[in-house]
């Protein structure tokens, strides 16, 4: 078993930089991929980022590439999502996932209860 707990969400403002981290504890966290994913109320659930077991191949959505980096901290078990030029389609509740590493959902294992996110003009 995996527990996940995310940080770091809060309210910002339209531009801002914001770093969320994700804590694992249990066993195998070099083993597992991680993700990101995100939702805003009334909306789907939408991909955001991932990063492998290694951390040698990431993996960002059109809708952030280029703000977004994803990181790990398999020292610290920690994976970070790191955003800048928020905007506020960038509003939701930010979740982080542990499994094999990509865009669906259904590959993932464990999830963490997510951190709310909120950027506003």
């Known amino acids: 078993q995996v527990y996940l707990a995310e940080a770091g969400g809060g309210l910002v403002e339209v531009g801002d930089s914001l770093t969320l981290s994700c804590s694992a504890t249990?066993?195998?966290?070099?083993?597992?991929?991680f993700g990101w994913f995100r939702q805003a109320p009334g909306k789907d659930r939408e991909f955001v980022a991932a990063i492998n077991s290694s951390g040698g191949t990431k993996w960002v959505a059109d809708s952030v590439r280029g703000r977004v980096t994803i990181s790990r901290d398999n020292a610290k078990n920690m994976v970070y999502l790191q955003m800048n030029s928020l905007e506020l389609e960038d509003t939701g509740v930010y979740r982080c996932?542990?499994?094999?590493?990509?865009?669906?959902?259904?590959?993932?294992?464990?999830w963490g209860p997510g951190t709310q996110v909120t950027v506003s003009s």
């Open positions: 996932a542990a499994g094999k590493a990509s865009s669906i959902e259904a590959n993932y294992d464990y």
């Open positions: 249990g066993n195998g966290f070099r083993r597992y991929g």
